[in-house]
Every structure is written in structure tokens, then in C-alpha cells.
DNA sequence: TCAAAAGTGTTATCATTACACCCATGG
DNA sequence: CCATGGGTGTAATGATAACACTTTTGA
């Protein structure tokens, strides 16, 4: 069967940039690697065509799935890549989504076509098809921006979490060295939506304090925050 | 001619955002009036089919010429929208892009085709069609946040302004009533963004200090900037 | 008693807010 | 000399950064 339009039409795909954080607090990002051509053997993010009738996020959300075996993810939208040049078959227009999740809740499958699915660390990323790389680099960048004014991240710790845990995810995102341990807890601390839940057993050393994340004082929190922004006015901070 | 392919295909449009601020620091938005079904006689955002050969930010650009007259833009891309019941004519994904435009610089064209072109205050709009409601209300959100901490805005006065008008575009674009004057201008000058280069003459009070943008200055700032938010790691502002 | 990691005290400095007040000009 | 905006002083309070220190546990 065939379709036919008075006018030609870019074809319209979406991708995934999918971080996960591994147990050795390693960012990584989930590829597959491509079996036809154009690009064939090379890496690439998960993607594909978007179907008639589902919206561009669902079309993503499947293409991951359906391409990694990779499921039940809060993906954004990140930008929409739709350069003439940009796939060697014709004009193709891609909606790249992203989103960060805890590594190890999301194992890869094998997926039924025996394609390779890995995760890989961005800092030794192989060289990816199209302009995925631009993509990543997009991707990367909306992430720790992002990170710094959303509670991004605790969903990738275990319901409950220590702050040293919390800090090294932060150190990790936003590929920092070491923060200032106390200044780190201070702040995080005043803000007021982590509850004390308990501590640690069994540790050989001093058994640390355990959160869990206040979904609610968060909620409570970003109300507020929203009227003083306004009453400030200018700001110039990220 | 006719153009066929193996799978549909959606429709790609691109639709454009453009916020004026008039003399009266009123914040308006530039609406076309349709001429044909779907929403014949309603208001829309500018905006149209991208064609095959051009990026999409052109494709924005171009519309918003034909159809306003407007050019010389500087447009970001906003969002893309693609919910399958968005057009009733069948599924059109549409990629928007939004600016920020001094109005008196950007007279609008009686478009060749005699279709109606206005500057609606963003208070006061009328229904507009498609998901354009929408489309404009992630744009004014996208606006305020922007605002904050970038220097847009600078664009929209003349050359050499006083810390009075830029005050008054700051209450203008965050829908505020009035900021307070010490404190904004204390903010303001301490980022070293701004230099002196004169004063009023011929006005019938205290002649004011003229300012105009440094640019280099603040491409300075905005770069060691990054390196301390590195450092400084969570925040949770925005 | 030691290693390991958790957790705290403190201080200098800077930023923010809120108010009240003074200044220069043309009419 | 007054109306009209432009422009400044200041003090209380809170946030930030930097560094060194104490505590608690299992081995």
C-alpha cells in the first residue's frame, strides 16, 4: 500500500537520549547499534518512525521499548533536529526526547532482532550515526541545567537514601569533582523537602541518616518560589 | 504532481510566537485572521508547511514573512506539538518558535493576499484556532523564565535606554506591578553588563543616565559564571 | 584502638530586602 | 518654587563559602 500527497512531506522520527546512573556512579547513555544502512554497524540512539495515530511521546516511548526493551520512563521533549542534511536517505525530521533513570531498574533486552543494545559512559562514547552526536551534547547540557532547579534525581536512588548518596548523584550529573560536603547538606537540608527516615544498619562505619524524598513539601515549595520570582524580578542566574 | 510514499507521512508545520512590546509597555502577541476552513475567521499564530529543502527555523522565518511582514527575527524553537487530534484535517505535527521584537520596529505588512494582520495585548486575546491557545501559553511561560536569566529584552529598547525604561520592560514581560527601584538597580548595575554613555537632555525633571548593553561584558560574565555554578553544584532556583 | 564514613561548629563575606530620603530639571 | 521623575544611604537579615573538627560504627 502506498500514500500520496499533493505535497512532498519530510518523514518525521523521534529519538531517545536515555542517562541511566550506574552502581559506580557512572553516567552513562543507552545506544543500539544499527544493522542497515545508512550507518550501518554504528552506534545510534534509539528512535524510529512516528505512527498516524499516537502523539510524538508515545512514539518514543514505544520506539525505546520496542528497540531496547527499556520501559516505564518520564521522558521530556529536548529539542526537534531538522536540518536538510542531516539523514543521507532524505528530509528527515526527528523530536528527540530525553530522560535519566536509575541503570539498573532498566535492564537492556535482547531485542528480538538481535540487535546490540548497551549502555555506554559519555566520556567514551563511540562514534554515533547522523547527528546524534549533537543530540547527546543537547541532551547533556538540558540535563544539568536541569538538575539544578528540579529535584531531578531522586528517583534514581532508592526510596530511601543517605546524603552522601544524594551528593555523589549531583557530583555525577553535573560531572563535578567533589562538592563541599557541608555546604551541600546545609543546602539541601534547608530546603526542606527531604524526611528523616531512619539509618543505616550493618555499616562499618557510623551508620548515616536516611531520606526519603517529600513529593509534597516539594510541591508546596515550588508554589512559593514562584511568587518571589516574580517579586524579584531580574535575576541573571541559571 | 503527487508524492508518494510507503507510509504515511505527518504534515509538518512551523508556527511562530512573535511578542511585541509597544510604546505603552503593553505586551502584545502577532495574530494572522484565517481565510479558510478549518477556523475560517478565527486568529492563529503565523505559521505554515515547511518546505523540503529548508531547516525548519527558515521555514519559521518565512511564513512569518509572507504572512506579516515581519523579518529580521531572532527566533528560538519553543516546543514542537503533535497530539493527533491537533488539525482536523488529519494528523500535522507543528514545530514552534517563538521572539521577542521591538513592535515599533516591526511595522506589519497588509499581506498581499489581504488577510488581516494585528498585534493582540497578550490580556486580551480573542479564540484563537488549532492548540494555538496552548502554543502561546507555553511561550509566555518560556518568555518569563528566559527573561531571567538571560539579557533578553535589551534588544527591544533603543540603543542607549535609562535604567527607568529597562525597569519598566522587566515589569512589562513578567506581568509584574512594579519592582522595587533601589533594588533593581542595584542588581542590575552590579553585573557590570551595563555602560554609561550619557545623560537625557530636555526633560522637565532630573535627567537620567543613558546606558547601553555590553554586549562583551557579558559574554565574559556568562562564561565564569558556569564555572562557579559547577562548583556551587545543587540549587534548585530557577 | 583503628579505619572509614557520617555529621557538626564557626566565621568572614556577600547578597537581599525594605524604607526613606535627596537631587536636578523645565515650566 | 514646585511637580516630576531620577537617583542614593543604610541597616537588618539571610545566604554562601571555606575549613577544621567531632562522632559513631564494625572489624
Redesign the interface.
Known sequence: M???????????TVDCVIFGLDESHQLKVLLIQRKNDPFAGRWALPGG??D?????EAAALRELEEETGVRDVFIE?L??F???ERDPRG?V?S?AYYALVNLSEHPVEAASDARRVEWFPVQELPPLAFDHDKILQMATNRLRAK?????IGFELLPEQFTLSQLQQL??TV???DE??KRN?RT??LK?GVLREVGKQENVAHRPAKLYSFDKEAYEQLFRE?YDD??????????
Chains 1, 2 share one sequence.
Not at 502506498?2 to 518525521?12: I, S
Not at 498516524?52 to 510524538?56: A, N, Q, T
Not at 538538575?147 to 529535584?151: A, D, G, H, I, M
Not at 520570582?229 to 542566574?237: A, H, I, M, N, S
Request: glycine share 6%.
Open positions: 502506498a500514500y500520496t500527497y499533493e505535497y512532498p512531506r519530510p518523514a518525521l518512525f512516528v498516524m495515530d499516537e502523539s510524538l521533549q529539542f526537534t531538522g536540518a536538510p528530509r525530521v523530536v538538575v539544578r532547579y528540579q529535584p549531583y557530583e553535573l560531572g563535578v562538592l563541599n551541600f543546602r539541601i530546603m518560589r520570582l516574580l517579586r524579584r524580578g531580574v535575576d541573571f542566574e541559571i
